[in-house]
Each structure stands twice: as structure tokens, then as C-alpha cells.
T-cell receptor, first 113, second 118 residues
């Protein structure tokens, strides 16, 4: 597709379970970003990939959060032992060196019961 | 200190009138970019406008213009001739380190909820 694709669009899980969220960036986009947006709040930066390396992991809130990226392609954000405070929309974005803006996916809404 | 400050949690504007959404920023990097995004209730993030720190002219894109005052570190978004479809959350954001060719992350403000009244 032409845009950033995220899956699942909705995920409901029980506290303590692990979840994986997937992001397919726009083809040719070298940079990929994960953000978290709690209900009614702004975007909180989690991690940024340039290619498959992560020069900036400063936003990951705890060691329960990890992310990886295969080349300049798909990225997976993993949250282990989920907690209720992890409930949020997780937004993925990608960008090209030729354009300044980030292109966002529609997000994965995570609800932890 | 917050890097991006949006002091207006909510704003109302009458349809067809202009509205200004405030944004101030804090950086010591001389090379940075400022962005505005719109987020309707559907949740998608829509890029509106960009201003580079070295740009001489204020950016404009259709009904959107950016009132860039570098000395005051402000980058207010002006929407002219408001439409009902402009009702949404608006986020100001900054990227530092542009001269280093950085594609680093955008730092977002907390947003302003704009409501356009008919």
C-alpha cells in the first residue's frame, strides 16, 4: 500500500500478557518511529530507527518495551507483561531523507484489562 | 523544561473566521524544524505545514500559515476562513539537528483542541 500500515488496529489483552504490534513503513522510507498516545494526550516518543539500527531509544518507558526492525522494512514493538497503564494508541511513522515530514499510520489501539 | 508548549487546551472559532493556535519552543540548536499536525477524531495524524529555522519567509500552505517569530521562539499556526472540518486536535512539533542531516524524532506539544462553530 501507499501509506504506513499498522496491525492489529485493535488489541485487547489481559494484564501480564505479552503483545506485539507491527508497522509496515512506506517503501523507501529509511527512518521509522514509534509513539504512544494515551487518551486525550499528546504523542510520547518511544523509539526511532534509522535503517535497522536504533540511534534513539530514549523514550522506551521500561525494559518491558522493546522494538526491532528488519532492514528498512517492518518493525515490531513488543510489550512484555502488559500493565493497565500501557493502554494507549501506539502510532508508527516513517520518513524519507527527501521529505521533512513524518507519515503516520492509523495506530494500534491497545487495551489492557 | 518542556521543548514544545501549547498553552491553549481548547479553542473555539466561528466558521469562516481566522484563528491562531499558539506554540512556543525551546532549543539551543541553531538548526531545527517546526511542524504542525492535525488529528481529527478519527485519530489519523495529518501533516499541515513546516518551517525551517533558517527559512526567511513564513511558511504558507493554502489556508494554513505559520507565524514564525524566531527571537520569541514562537511558531503559531494561523488558519484562515475556518471550516467545520477544521475541528480537530492540533499538535505543534519540533525536530532538532537538521544541519546534521538528522531524521531524528519529532517532539510534540500537548495539543490544542479546536472547535469550529457553525
Amino acid at each position: 500500500g501507499a501509506g504506513v500500515s499498522q496491525s492489529p488496529s485493535n488489541k485487547v489483552t489481559e494484564k501480564g500478557k505479552d503483545v506485539e504490534l507491527r508497522c509496515d513503513p512506506i517503501s523507501g522510507h529509511t527512518a521509522l518511529y514509534w509513539y504512544r498516545q494515551r487518551l486525550g494526550q499528546g504523542l510520547e516518543f518511544l523509539i526511532y530507527f534509522q535503517g535497522n539500527s536504533a540511534p534513539d531509544k530514549s523514550g522506551l518507558p521500561s525494559d518491558r518495551f522493546s522494538a526491532e526492525r528488519t532492514g528498512e522494512s517492518v518493525s515490531t514493538l513488543t510489550i512484555q507483561r502488559t500493565q493497565q497503564e500501557d493502554s494507549a494508541v501506539y502510532l508508527c511513522a516513517s520518513s524519507s531523507p527527501k521529505r521533512v515530514e513524518l507519515f503516520f499510520g492509523e495506530g494500534s489501539r491497545l487495551t489492557v484489562l | 523544561a518542556q521543548k514544545i508548549t501549547q498553552t491553549q487546551p481548547g479553542m473555539f472559532v466561528q466558521e469562516k473566521e481566522a484563528v491562531t493556535l499558539d506554540c512556543t519552543y525551546d532549543t539551543s540548536d541553531p538548526s531545527y524544524g517546526l511542524f504542525w499536525y492535525k488529528q481529527p477524531s478519527s485519530g489519523e495524524m495529518i501533516f499541515l505545514i513546516y518551517q525551517g529555522s533558517y527559512d526567511q519567509q513564513n511558511a504558507t500552505e493554502g489556508r494554513y500559515s505559520l507565524n514564525f517569530q524566531k527571537a520569541r521562539k514562537s511558531a503559531n499556526l494561523v488558519i484562515s476562513a475556518s471550516q467545520l472540518g477544521d475541528s480537530a486536535m492540533y499538535f505543534c512539533a519540533m525536530r532538532e539537528g537538521l544541519r546534521r542531516g538528522s531524521q531524528g524524532n519529532l517532539i510534540f506539544g500537548k495539543g490544542t483542541k479546536l472547535s469550529v462553530k457553525p
